[in-house]
């Protein structure tokens, strides 16, 4: 699986904070990991203002 510092090495430091400032305040609403033939796909949920809930995907290379 992947860990913090996956993510940190493919991504820039404003996205990654962006990211925890999220997680910290508690706006993930859900977090997936799927490894499949090498790739490990994360989705995951987060509520936005007001109503709105947005997605995102990534995904990285165990290889």
């Keep these: 699986m992947i860990n913090r510092t996956d993510i940190k090495s493919n991504t820039n430091n404003r996205f990654y904070q962006r ?11 859900s977090l997936e990991a799927l ?3 090498g790739v490990v796909y994360v989705t995951g949920y987060v509520k936005g203002s007001g109503r709105n809930i947005y ?9």
């Excluded at 400032?21 to 508690?26: F, H, R, T």
């Excluded at 997605?55 to 290889?63: L, N, Y």
């Design 35 to 37: 490894e499949e033939d």
């Design 19 to 29: 990211g925890r400032d999220l997680y910290e305040a508690g706006k993930v609403l």
């Design 55 to 63: 997605g995102a995907m990534s995904r990285f290379s165990t290889k």
